[in-house]
């Protein structure tokens, strides 16, 4: 089975700056599109980024475009999400999932088929 293993959260006061990765554990990965999703207490999960498999296409939500930048490294099979100029709303989970395929009205998460646990971003002074 396998499993994505998110890391690099922690707690950032606004205006700050953090770098998540999302990389797979188990066997050998089939690489796909990746996405990241974010969940706050008593919401929903919502669509962060997307990237293709290339790495040459990304689509971003529109409260995070210009200041997040999703990136992935497919010799290091690892996916990255570099959120600068954090908010207090930007905390939360933030979780990785892997989907079969990517577009630009791709983004619920009940079409990935692979999911991490998420890792915890606070943004407070």
Do not use: H
Request: aromatic residues 12%; contains cysteine.
């Amino acid at each position: 089975q396998v499993q994505l293993i998110e890391s690099g959260g922690g707690l950032v006061q606004p205006g700050g700056s953090l770098r998540l990765s999302c990389a797979p554990s188990g066997r050998t990965f089939s690489s796909g599109a990746m996405y990241w999703f974010r969940q706050s207490p008593g919401q929903e999960r919502e669509f962060v980024a997307s990237i293709n498999l290339s790495g040459e296409r990304q689509y971003y939500a529109d409260f995070v475009k210009g200041r997040f930048s999703i990136s992935r490294d497919n010799a290091e099979n690892t996916v990255y999400l570099q959120m600068n100029s954090l908010k207090p709303e930007d905390a939360g989970l933030y979780l990785c999932a892997r989907a079969g395929t990517w577009g630009t009205t791709i983004m619920r998460p009940e079409i990935m088929d692979y999911w991490g646990k998420g890792t915890l971003v606070t943004v407070s002074s």
